[in-house]
C-alpha cells in the first residue's frame, strides 16, 4: 500500500523563484496535512484540509505561501518569492476521518528539503 | 495553549543501554499521546501511543505510559540498538483544534554506539 507521496525529495532555487511542492496522500485519507521543520523551530504545521477544504491556515508564515488541494488525491504547497528563510523540510502527512480521539494517527511522506540560495 | 516539553538532546549511549527520553504536556481536556521517530533523511513514524491514562503503548522494545497525574508519556527501553539511533518526538492531539492537529515537541536526537 502507497503511502504519502511527496515531490521533489530536493529542490534547490534562488532567492525571488517560486517553489511547488506536490503531495499525494494515502487513498481514502480525508485530512491533510503540511509541516515544515527546521533545526531553529522544530516542526510545525502550516496548514491542513478536511476533504479537500482548508480547515486551519494559522501555522502559514506569510502571504507568499499559499496551499491548495483540488482534489482528494493532490495537494501544493507554493512559495511565491521565495526566500532563503523558506530553507526547511517540507511534510506532507494524511491521515483518516475518525480522527485522533480514537488513537488514529497521521502518516508522513518523505518530505521535500527545500533549500533557497 | 497545548504543548510538549520533550528532555533537550542530543543523548549518546553505548549499545545495550537503558533509555529514557522524557516527555512532559500541557493541555486541556484529554489528549492522545504519541512517539514518533525519524531516521535521517526519513519523515517521521508512528512508534507508538496512547489515547487515555494509564495506557501503556508499546512497539519494538519501547514503551511509554500516559499518566495523567505527572502530566508524563516517558519513552524507554531497557535495551538499545545501533538501529535505534535517530530523532524521537512526543505528541499530543489538540483537542481544542478538533481532534485533528498534532502538537510536537521540539525532538531528541539519539546516538547509540556500538
Known amino acids: 500500500d502507497a503511502g504519502v507521496i511527496q515531490s521533489p525529495r530536493h529542490e534547490v532555487t534562488e532567492m525571488g523563484q517560486e517553489v511547488t511542492l506536490r503531495c499525494k496522500p494515502i487513498?481514502?485519507?480525508?485530512?491533510l496535512f503540511w509541516y515544515r521543520q527546521t533545526m531553529m523551530r522544530g516542526l510545525e504545521l502550516l496548514i491542513y484540509?478536511?476533504?479537500?477544504?482548508?480547515?486551519?491556515d494559522s501555522g502559514m508564515p506569510e502571504d507568499r505561501f499559499s496551499a491548495k488541494m483540488p482534489n482528494a488525491s493532490f495537494s501544493t504547497l507554493k512559495i511565491q518569492p521565495s526566500e532563503p528563510r523558506d530553507s526547511a523540510v517540507y511534510f506532507c502527512?494524511?491521515?483518516?476521518?475518525?480522527?485522533?480521539?480514537?488513537?488514529?494517527?497521521?502518516?508522513f511522506g518523505e518530505g521535500s528539503w527545500l533549500t533557497v540560495v | 495553549g497545548n504543548s510538549v516539553t520533550q528532555m533537550e538532546g542530543p543523548v549518546t549511549l553505548s549499545e545495550e543501554a537503558f533509555l529514557t527520553i522524557n516527555c512532559t504536556y500541557t493541555?486541556?481536556?484529554?489528549?492522545?499521546l504519541f512517539w514518533y521517530v525519524q531516521y535521517p533523511g526519513e519523515g517521521l513514524q508512528l512508534l507508538l501511543k496512547?489515547?487515555?491514562?494509564?495506557d501503556k503503548g508499546s512497539n519494538k522494545g519501547f514503551e511509554a505510559t500516559y499518566r495523567k497525574e505527572t502530566t508524563s508519556f516517558h519513552l524507554e527501553k531497557g535495551s538499545v540498538q545501533v538501529s535505534d539511533s535517530a530523532v524521537y518526538f512526543c505528541?499530543?492531539?489538540?483537542?481544542?483544534?478538533?481532534?485533528?492537529?498534532?502538537?510536537f515537541g521540539q525532538g531528541t536526537r539519539l546516538t547509540i554506539n556500538p
Open positions: 493541555a486541556t481536556g484529554y489528549p492522545s
Open positions: 496512547a489515547t487515555k491514562a494509564d
Open positions: 487513498s481514502g485519507h480525508d485530512y
Open positions: 484540509f478536511n476533504n479537500n477544504v482548508p480547515i486551519d
Open positions: 505528541a499530543l492531539s489538540d483537542q481544542g483544534q478538533g481532534a485533528q492537529k498534532l502538537v
Open positions: 502527512a494524511s491521515s483518516p476521518s475518525t480522527g485522533f480521539i480514537s488513537g488514529n494517527t497521521i502518516y
